[in-house]
Each structure stands twice: as structure tokens, then as C-alpha cells.
């Protein structure tokens, strides 16, 4: 299982920054960590991570794994 902080960088690298680290602000201050947490949570729940087409900066869907390997 990755690390909190591998799971924020590998997002980082995946989503718009729109989405994600530039949504921190007044009204949520640590946004982006709480995304990076829930979606640890997912993957230690279910195996599977997603990342929406409307989040990702590939504009695709993106499913990885446990290894934050993208699944294809």
C-alpha cells in the first residue's frame, strides 16, 4: 500500500491542478490532502483507485492499483 504521501504525489501527477492542490483555499484549506485521503481509503477498501475523467489531466478515466500502477 502506498503511503499518504505517495498517493498525494501520484495524484498530484494525475489530476488538473484545478481539482486538486488550487482548490485549497478559505473554505477547505487542506482540500487536496483530503482527497489524497479518501482515495487511500478507497484503495485499501477495494483494491481500486479511480480518477474521473472530469479530475484527470488526461481528461480520461484513470483506475490504478494498490502499486499505484495505472490500470488499463
Known sequence: ????????????AHYKAERFELRN???CPNYSEL???S????LEKTGVGF????EAASGRVIK???ELRIME
Open 25 to 27: 483555499g478559505a473554505w
Open 51 to 54: 480518477i474521473s475523467h472530469h
Open 1 to 12: 500500500m502506498p503511503t499518504l504521501d505517495e498517493m498525494y504525489a501520484f495524484l498530484k
Open 35 to 37: 482527497v489524497a485521503q
Open 39 to 42: 482515495s487511500l481509503e478507497q
Open 64 to 66: 490504478f492499483d494498490k
